[in-house]
């Protein structure tokens, strides 16, 4: 059974950077797929902000592509999120995600999200 | 940039009617489209990709169809369970954007 479960801070100032990290248990990222971070700020939406593949190739929502890096640690089944420069607009509930590399790429497993707030 | 528009916002039904949500497309997506149903606190959960395809373990009485803009995701009868919000998603090839609708929200009327 594939799992993921986001980590890391829930609390980041304005400004800074928000870092997250998604492990990954029941299926190893070096067998493909992509992985990808979506969020949903309160009570609305969801929004895309990108996604990795194993080798390392990243796609960016162009809207977040200036301040968004992902990466990929296939030794720990890990990807990261780091989103810089950070306001109150991206308190969200970030979840991290499988996703499929065909057809609407759509996301078969999810994490449970993480709240993140964005606050001094 | 693809916009999906979804309708209506809110549906209020009761147990055993039948759902009917629209999801439409500003540009054809062909048969490139998924639904999912979020319920409170949790993370949303694949019901159908690729236009009509369930998910594993997703119950028959969901049913997903349509292709290029108009798109139609079917409950037949309405189990207490399935009262959630639920939302689209697209994929472009460019840009390479995944894009989610705006969602709708299937209430006990």
């Known amino acids: 059974q594939v799992q993921l479960q986001e980590s890391g801070p829930g609390l980041v100032k304005p400004s800074e950077t928000l870092s997250l990290t998604c492990t990954v248990s029941?299926?190893?990222?070096?067998?493909?797929?992509?992985w990808g971070w979506i969020r949903q700020p309160p009570g609305k939406g969801l929004e895309w902000i990108g996604s990795?593949?194993?080798?390392?190739?990243?796609y960016y929502n162009p809207s977040l592509k200036s301040r968004v890096t992902i990466s990929v640690d296939t030794s720990k089944n890990q990807f990261s999120l780091k989103l810089s420069s950070v306001t109150a607009a991206d308190t969200a509930v970030y979840y991290c995600?499988?996703?499929?590399?065909?057809?609407?790429?759509?996301?078969?497993?999810w994490g449970q999200g993480t709240l993140v707030t964005v606050s001094s | 940039e693809i916009v999906l528009t979804q309708s209506p916002a809110t549906l209020s039904l009761s147990p055993g009617e039948r759902a009917t949500l629209s999801c439409r497309a500003s540009?054809?997506?062909?048969?490139?489209l998924a639904w999912y149903q979020q319920k409170p606190g949790q993370a949303p959960r694949l019901l159908i990709y690729d236009a009509s395809n369930r998910a594993t373990g997703i119950p028959a009485r969901f049913s997903g169809s349509g292709s290029g803009t108009d798109f139609t995701l079917t409950i037949s009868s309405l189990e207490p369970e399935d009262f959630a919000v639920y939302y689209c998603?697209?994929?472009?090839?460019?840009?390479?954007?995944?894009?989610f609708g705006p969602g709708t929200k299937v209430d006990i009327k």
């Open positions: 540009q054809s997506v062909s048969s490139y």
């Open positions: 998603q697209q994929r472009s090839n460019w840009p390479p954007l995944i894009t």
């Open positions: 029941g299926y190893s990222i070096s067998s493909g797929y992509y």
């Open positions: 995600a499988r996703r499929t590399g065909t057809g609407a790429q759509e996301f078969d497993y």
């Open positions: 990795i593949y194993h080798s390392g190739s990243t």
